[in-house]
């Protein structure tokens, strides 16, 4: 199963862009997990337009049957640190003591809760996050499920459910379960026209369609994982030199 993620949903967006990608969800009938942002302050993001109607935009989607995440807190990151989904070297969360941590889901999820959302799922800024992180929304929030991690397919460990994630743009992957992860604010047309293409021929489902089940994390997803995080290791090193 395909399934559609969009990042970095705020007040500061480019509206054109998301109004854009709505209209593509929409003529397809695509329910994608789109990840907000509560008190967006990242400077590479709040250039964009603000939308006085953001709250409300959110809140039409979560009526129309589009899932809303809990994309972090601020979006802001503060260490050098790639936690225990290291597809970056840097974080809003990993490295962060429980207790910062716990301050910022807490924060993060009561902004959500205060506006009439209540989130099923969590994805940190940048896919980074440690153990503290899981300890910080389970004691903070209901959320139980985390969309990220390289694996086959869906799985459950330390009391969450993982949806894996495994690509930025869409392509066919031999594996049971893939998220697409997408950034509309920064799509290009090819992107559009490309994502379009790939919708045409090939079905998404959305996250009410994932059987939730307690499916325990299997050797194949463990290698998967390991060969991504690897290679992406050797790519930052490579890119350094």
Not at 46 to 60: A, E, Y
Not at 106 to 126: E, L, Q, S, T
Not at 189 to 198: A, V
Not at 202 to 223: T, Y
Request: glycine letters at 4%; hydrophobic letters at 35%.
């Amino acid at each position: 199963m395909y399934i559609l993620r969009l990042d970095d949903m705020s007040e500061y967006r480019d509206i054109e862009k998301w109004n854009r990608m709505e209209s593509l969800l929409n003529k397809y009938d695509i329910k994608p997990i789109f990840g907000i942002i509560p008190d967006n302050r990242d400077p590479s993001l709040i250039q964009f337009q603000k939308d006085d109607d953001f709250w409300g935009r959110v809140s039409k989607w979560n009526d129309e049957g589009w899932t809303p995440a809990l994309h972090g807190y601020q979006h802001v990151f503060s260490t050098r640190v790639g936690g225990v989904n290291p597809v970056n070297d840097y974080s809003e969360f990993a490295g962060l003591s429980l207790e910062e941590q716990e301050e910022k889901i807490r924060n993060a999820y009561m902004i959500m809760i205060h506006h009439g959302i209540d989130p099923k799922i969590f994805f940190a800024p940048a896919h980074t996050y440690d153990q503290n992180t899981l300890q910080a929304l389970k004691k903070e929030t209901k959320i139980r499920v985390i969309s990220d991690t390289v694996a086959n397919n869906l799985y459950y460990e330390d009391e969450f459910y993982y949806i894996p994630q495994q690509a930025g743009h869409v392509r066919s992957l031999p594996l049971k379960v893939v998220t697409f992860c997408y950034h509309p604010n920064i799509m290009s047309d090819k992107d559009f026209s490309e994502l379009e293409e790939f919708i045409k021929k090939n079905k998404f489902g959305s996250f009410d369609e994932l059987l939730l089940r307690k499916r325990n994390k299997r050797l194949f997803d463990r290698l998967l994982g390991t060969a991504y995080f690897t290679m992406r290791k050797v790519r930052r090193k490579i890119r350094a030199h």
